[in-house]
């Protein structure tokens, strides 16, 4: 068991360019959840899926942002036309399914900024 | 709605010293609460968790939690403070029922002196 993975570590890109993210979650966790945290605030939930649904959405996600999880294992975290106050930590966790309390395991992150 | 106060964004102990970093929830429905530790440019780490089956709950690294629901506190406690526990903390609340985000609260910078 390696752990969640993401990839990029680091992204640092243009404001109005897309960039995407990867997520791996440990292998068998059917539920995945993207976070955000910016500097000084604790991590804020975009969306979560349980294996290739989406479930929910923060009105955080704008009409920029797209996540994907296709066959319900890795997540994609597209952010298009980046503006600098997408500028944060994008944390990716997953849990199994074990009745409603699961305990989420979060990756490494990926830190974007954008210029 | 759920939500969670963790109050001083800033905590100095010296090493050996008491721990205790303070988290206040609001939950409509019985909470479930975790604290979370963040090193630097990693992410976060599971201390503890609350699952109402006790309400004392020991964690990892000699860290513990006490939840007290007339209070709607879970504070975060160490005895002895070490060199390695500088870092920040976040309490969190599980939504209710099918409702599986977490709530954090903004965190805690711990940082211990020699």
């Known amino acids: 068991d390696t752990g969640v993975s993401q990839d990029p570590r680091h992204k640092i890109t243009k404001r109005g360019q897309n960039v995407t993210f990867r997520c791996d979650p440990i292998?068998?966790?059917?539920?995945l959840y993207w976070y955000r945290q910016t500097l000084g605030q604790g991590p804020e939930f975009l969306t979560y899926f349980q294996n290739e649904a989406q479930l929910e959405k923060s009105r955080l996600l704008s009409d920029r942002f797209s996540a994907e999880r296709p066959k319900g294992s890795f997540s994609t975290l597209e952010i298009q036309r980046t503006e600098q106050g997408d500028s944060a930590m994008y944390l990716c966790a997953s849990s199994p399914t074990s009745g409603t309390l699961d305990t989420q395991y979060f990756g490494p992150g990926t830190r974007l900024t954008v210029l | 709605a759920q939500s969670v106060t963790q109050l001083g964004s800033h905590v100095s102990v010296s090493e050996g010293a008491l721990v205790l970093l303070r988290c206040n929830y609001s939950?409509?429905?019985?909470?479930?609460l975790f604290w979370y530790v963040q090193y630097p440019n990693q992410g976060l780490q599971l201390l503890l968790k609350y699952t109402s089956a006790a309400t004392l709950v020991k964690g990892i690294n000699g860290f513990e939690a006490e939840f007290k629901k007339s209070e709607t506190s879970f504070h975060l406690t160490k005895p002895s403070a070490h060199m390695s526990d500088a870092a920040e903390y976040f309490c969190?609340?599980?939504?209710?029922?099918?409702?599986?985000?977490?709530?954090f609260g903004k965190g805690t910078l711990l940082t211990v002196n020699p």
């Open positions: 939950s409509s429905v019985p909470p479930y």
């Open positions: 969190a609340v599980k939504g209710g029922g099918s409702n599986y985000k977490l709530t």
């Open positions: 292998s068998e966790h059917n539920r």
